[in-house]
C-alpha cells in the first residue's frame, strides 16, 4: 500500500513507519517535526527508495491538499498530535488545534482528495485515526473499556483527542468517508520522549536523579510494547473493517510504584550501583485531574483481526532499557536541546 503517515517521526508513528518500510509498503511521512519529533528517528528508513518525508504541518489545509494531490495516497493513517498530558494542562490551546482543528483539516484534505478519486482507487481508500483510551476517562478498580464505552475524558489531551475521534466518526457517517478508529492504551518502547513515565525513570535512575511518581503510585494503567502497537494499527488499516473502531491493549496492567520498582530493579541487574535505584523514588504531588486506571479489552481486534500482544511487559520493559543503555546519543541529542533538559526530572507521567 502507499500510506500517508502523519506524526512519523514522533514515538508511535516512527515504530509503524520503520514496520511498514521493513513490510514493504511505500510510505509518505508527513510531520511538523515539534519537540517531540525527530527524523533521527526514522533515519533508518531515509535512503529507502519507498519512503519520502514531507515536512508539513497539520493546520496547514494548503500544505495538505498538495502532499494528497502529489503523493496519490491509497491510505491515511493519522497519528500526529500533541500527546503530552501534562503539557496539555500548562497549555491546552496548542492540543486544540493540532488534536481538533489539524485532524478536521486531515479529514476535510482526505474527503477532498477522496471525492476525487474513481473505480477501484475510490473503493479501496481508508483514512485510519489513531487513538487513546484515555477518551473512555477512568476505571474503579474494576472493568475494562470496550469499543462501546462511553467517552468521558478529563485531562484537556483526552478532550481534544475525543474530539477528533468524534469528529473522524461523523466524517464516516455523514459524508461517507471510509474511516477506521483505534484506541489504544499506554505504550512504551524504543524512541520514548524523555518526557514520558518509562524513559524518566530509565534515565533518573540512570544518572542517580530522584525518580518523580505521582501521589502515591498507585495510578493503574495497561502498557504495550511500541513494536506491538504498530503490527496491530497495520493490521487495521489493511484488513479493519470500514467504519469500525478497534481498542488495542497490552493486557499487562501495573500499579505505576509497581512499574517503577521493576524498572529500577531491572537498571540495577543491567547496570549495578552502589545502591538500590528504588532509594532514589520520590512521591510527588499528584496531576491534577489524574485518571485511576485505565484498561482495554482487546477481543475484537484479536477475535476480528487475529492480532494480539507478543511482547511481555517484563520483556518489553527489558528491551527498552537496552535500548536507552545502547543509544545514549538519541536521549542526550533531546537534552542537549536545552529547554526540554528542565523537564527530565520533571512531572513524570503516563
Ligand atoms: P509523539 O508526541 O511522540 O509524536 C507526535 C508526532 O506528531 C511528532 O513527530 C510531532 O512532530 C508530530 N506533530 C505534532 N503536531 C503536529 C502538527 N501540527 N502537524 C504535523 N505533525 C505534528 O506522540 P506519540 O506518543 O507517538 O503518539 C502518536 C499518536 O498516538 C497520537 O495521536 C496519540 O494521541 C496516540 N496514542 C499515543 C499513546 C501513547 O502511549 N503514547 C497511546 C495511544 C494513542
Request: hydrophobic fraction near 40%; aromatic fraction near 10%.
Amino acid at each position: 500500500m502507499k500510506l500517508l503517515i502523519t506524526g512519523g517521526c514522533g514515538f508511535i508513528g516512527s515504530a509503524v513507519v520503520r514496520l511498514a518500510i521493513a513490510e514493504k509498503h511505500r510510505v509518505v511521512n508527513l510531520d511538523a517535526l515539534t519537540y517531540a519529533g525527530s527524523r533521527s528517528n526514522v533515519a533508518s528508513c531515509e535512503d529507502n527508495p519507498r519512503y519520502t518525508f514531507e515536512h508539513a504541518d497539520i493546520r496547514d489545509r494548503a500544505a495538505l491538499d498538495r502532499i494528497f494531490a502529489e503523493h496519490q495516497p491509497e491510505a491515511v493513517m493519522h497519528l500526529a498530535a500533541e500527546s503530552h498530558v501534562d503539557r496539555s494542562i500548562d497549555g491546552p490551546g496548542d492540543f486544540i488545534e493540532t488534536n481538533v482543528v489539524g485532524t478536521y483539516n486531515m479529514l476535510e484534505a482526505a474527503r477532498a482528495y477522496w471525492t476525487g478519486l474513481r473505480g477501484m482507487a475510490k473503493a479501496a481508500f481508508r483514512f485510519h485515526h489513531i487513538s487513546t483510551d484515555e477518551v473512555f476517562g477512568a476505571l474503579g478498580e474494576r472493568g475494562l473499556f470496550t469499543e462501546t464505552s462511553p467517552y468521558q475524558p478529563n485531562s484537556p489531551y483526552s478532550a481534544s483527542k475525543a474530539g477528533s475521534d468524534h469528529l473522524v466518526r461523523a466524517w464516516g457517517e455523514t459524508y461517507g468517508l471510509p474511516v477506521l478508529l483505534t484506541n489504544c492504551s499506554n505504550n512504551y518502547g524504543p524512541f520514548h520522549f524523555p518526557e514520558k513515565l518509562i524513559p524518566v525513570v530509565i534515565l533518573n535512575a540512570l544518572a542517580g536523579r530522584d525518580i518523580p511518581v505521582y501521589g502515591a503510585g498507585e495510578n493503574v494503567r495497561d502498557w504495550l510494547f511500541v513494536e506491538d502497537h504498530a503490527k496491530a494499527l497495520l493490521t487495521v488499516v489493511a484488513r479493519g473493517t470500514v467504519g469500525e473502531t478497534y481498542n488495542i491493549g497490552g493486557n499487562a496492567e501495573a500499579r505505576n510504584i509497581d512499574l517503577v520498582r521493576q524498572i529500577c530493579a531491572l537498571i540495577d541487574e543491567m547496570r549495578p550501583g552502589n545502591e538500590p535505584r528504588e532509594t532514589l523514588i520520590r512521591f510527588v504531588t499528584d496531576r491534577p485531574g489524574h485518571d485511576y486506571r485505565y484498561a482495554i479489552d482487546a477481543s475484537k481486534i484479536r477475535t476480528e483481526l487475529g492480532w494480539q500482544p507478543s511482547v511481555t511487559l517484563e520483556e518489553g520493559l527489558r528491551r527498552t532499557v537496552a535500548w536507552y543503555l545502547e543509544n545514549t546519543g538519541w536521549w542526550q541529542d533531546i537534552a542537549a536541546r536545552g529547554a526540554e533538559l528542565r523537564r527530565l526530572g520533571l512531572g513524570a507521567s503516563a
